[in-house]
């Protein structure tokens, strides 16, 4: 089991992304949800499509706010956690459990995004390029697409790949769905020939301050580089609109993140 299969993750996913970004003012909870309002305000005419959307961070709030939202993510625990919510809430979005490389939809959207790394998920170009084209399909003639990547650090590569994979420093500590303390630990290990990222996660659980559960779960990321995305993004039919470096509407600058909003050419 990896962090992707999110099966005993998903019901802690909103509490611990909460705790680790929910205050940053550029790539916070909120932050994220209002970024994609605004573009969902200013490109989103019919359907929208919340790509990778995990448990509805984004998709929920577009919904409330009248937008048609469909929603897919590889994770059924991701997309049941959205359904749950969405219900709790009373809202409408058409879920669906389906990777984005290949997924297919009778709809045509007006904007597609995938929010907070997703597309980081994809290890290889040829999923890359397949979930590009793909999302290329599903758009209406100069439909709009959001997404990021890393602007990769040069320095954290560098050290990544002389790091040990046992060498954890502590992530964030929150309190999971069963109000006990979790600690959450991280280490990375980076290979420059395929430019993935792998990270090691492990959860402590305490009771009483005694560990009563521990588990560890690999996470894989691709970095991708700011020409590398220019070309892939050119090769797949689109052409780049603005670059931000974070949703609060920032120019990209290195290192960080490299938000891109594209258009369908
Ligand atoms: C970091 S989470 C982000 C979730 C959500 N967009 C948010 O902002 O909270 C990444 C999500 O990508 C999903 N994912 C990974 N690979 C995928 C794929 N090939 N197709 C669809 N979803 C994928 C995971 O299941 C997970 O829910």
Known sequence: ???????????????????MFGNNSKLGDSATINFHLELAKKYGHGDILDIACGTGLTAIPLAKNNFSVTAIDISQPMINKLNEKAKSENIKINSVCSNMCDFKLKQNFSFAFIARAGFMHLLTNEDQKNSLKNIHDHLLPKGILSLNTFYPHHEVLSRSMKSDIEDYSLRVEYSNCKGNIEKIYNSNAYDPETQIMTGQWKFEEYQNGEI???RVRPLKIRMSFKYEMINLLELTGFRIIDVYGNYGFDPAKYPGWLVWIVEKV
Do not use: F
């Open 212 to 214: 009563i559960n521990s």
């Open 1 to 19: 089991m990896d962090l992707h299969d999110y099966d005993d993750i998903a019901e802690n996913y909103d509490l611990y992304t909460n705790s």
